[in-house]
């Protein structure tokens, strides 16, 4: 099913970024003309992009939204197939597995870090995860339409093939004997496994992990952010990479 | 005026916590009893705090909020002087300034993480930014109770007090020539400023700072949520706290 972007600030701001595929704008017959809705008839007819005025009956589905008469369909995001990224060459590259997140400000900031940082890409799995929703885009910034998302049915199987080609698998744990920034990055394809808000990391995947390593806390108080303990990792990461190039160069 | 908690759980979770000061809790008189409202009311006078029933009109200010005829007065959040924090003693202790951070998400998981890292305190100014309200609470997940919040009503004037009592001033600016990783952390007091979302650390505190610093990024998408970037930045520094400490033991 397609995503549905409502109210005209957003509509507009899509047609503008030309980020995401629109495939259909749909405006409420009883709306009154404004700047606004002006402007959005205007760039969907230079950008070729359909629009259509329709019932106000037909936006009864979206009452609980801010849609003010004004939505577009847009395309719902492609995952990637495991397999798939798996067949494409590596090297030295990252990838960040998300162990049931559930919180949608949390998988947007998360997707921003990982495309500044240049991860590969973002696994999650099917169920018991927040998937790509219209808060995730938005606190993304962007950031969503330049790493892809691999959606798999089991966790514990996409890291067994993971090691069989030749990634190696970071868990984090609070209970870790190594610290984050004992782990040399440079080198290999790594796959950095990030748990719930709560849980954490389940323990089939801190079993079949090749390192678990923890953020060592400099207050008792054990209880980061998720998207920042992955964007204090994964820039450890980069900081070896680029100082390291700094050295051999 | 008081801080107000909304619904049976957040009532029931401050009790249970007895992390903030409850002055009183107000409970509808139309209100049926269940298994919560009776934890509520048993735990409520084991501790020793006044609860009282009201008319359900009482709530109407409320209404926006999924109160569920349940309230509770706290005390709240009370303000360090930036004086009194400077007649501390500090020895290679940490600040953070926030130039104009607007998202409550943002700034609860910013201090979740300056807890974590140990930071002495968090300076906001009292216009043109966030300030500590309950999202931020919820957001921070406790960690408000651990680290002082210091209100100015300029941060120019408060970098000045800062410079003048030997701490030095570390700024992020995506322009900067040096990395984050290039500043020895150790053996100074320092304050990193962190710009608003958008507009970043405004000019003439730019001017003011000892260092600029950057994020170096790997893909060209210089959008970190701000939450995260702090928290990278903070990192280093713990990491060279703890990595020295190791070698010179």
Redesign the interface.
């Known amino acids: 099913m397609d995503d549905i972007i409502f109210g005209k600030n957003s509509v507009l701001e899509a047609l503008e970024s030309g980020e995401r595929e629109i495939n259909k704008i749909l405006i409420s017959k009883n709306l009154h003309s404004d700047a606004k809705l002006n402007k959005i008839k205007e760039l969907a007819q230079r950008k070729g992009v359909v629009f259509q005025f329709v019932a106000k009956e037909k936006f009864a589905p979206y009452a609980e939204f801010n849609h003010q008469g004004v939505i577009a369909q847009i395309a719902p995001i492609e995952y990637m197939d495991l397999d798939e990224f798996l067949e494409m060459p590596h090297q030295n590259d990252s990838l960040i597995i998300l162990d049931g997140i559930e919180d949608s400000?949390n998988l947007g900031?998360i997707i921003?870090?990982a495309?500044?940082?240049?991860v590969s890409a973002i696994i999650i799995p099917s169920r018991r995860s927040v998937q790509v929703n219209s808060v995730v885009e938005k606190?993304s910034?962007?950031?969503i339409n330049?790493i892809p998302i691999i959606k798999v049915n089991s966790l514990t199987s996409a890291v067994e093939k993971l090691k069989n080609s030749n990634w190696w698998i970071i868990a984090t744990d609070a209970s870790a004997k190594d610290?984050y920034?004992d782990i040399k990055y440079n080198d290999m394809n790594f796959a950095i496994i990030m748990g719930a808000e709560h849980a954490g990391v389940s323990k089939s995947l801190l079993k079949s992990s090749d390192f678990t390593v923890k953020?060592?806390?400099?207050?008792d108080?054990?209880?980061?952010?998720v998207?920042?303990?992955l964007?204090?990792i994964i820039?450890?990461a980069?900081?070896q990479?680029?100082?390291e190039k700094k050295f051999t160069k």
């Open positions: 400000h900031a921003r870090t495309v500044c940082a240049g606190t910034a962007g950031a330049h610290n920034y953020i060592p806390m400099l207050k108080f054990n209880s980061l952010n998207s920042n303990a964007a204090i820039f450890e980069v900081r990479k680029l100082t």
